[in-house]
């Protein structure tokens, strides 16, 4: 049974983040796979790279004072 539904913007988040961690079932890539927008995934993709280079410039800079 194929499910076309596409993914919400929290189920891009989610799958944004299992892909920083590289840990990720073989059914859920393939779940995600069918149902993620390429744009999206994009765009959430930068951002949480943005957030991760801030927020370990933050650490490094409240460390090093």
Not at 5 to 24: D, H, M, N, P, Y
Not at 34 to 42: E, I, S
Request: charge should be positive.
């Amino acid at each position: 049974m194929e499910n076309n539904k596409e993914a919400t913007f929290l189920q891009t988040i989610r799958a944004v983040l299992w892909s920083f961690f590289g840990i990720r079932s073989k059914t859920g890539y393939d779940a995600d796979m069918q149902q993620l927008n390429f744009a999206k995934v994009v765009v959430v993709g930068i951002l949480a790279a943005a957030v991760f280079v801030i927020s370990l410039i933050l650490l490094v800079s409240f460390i090093a004072k």
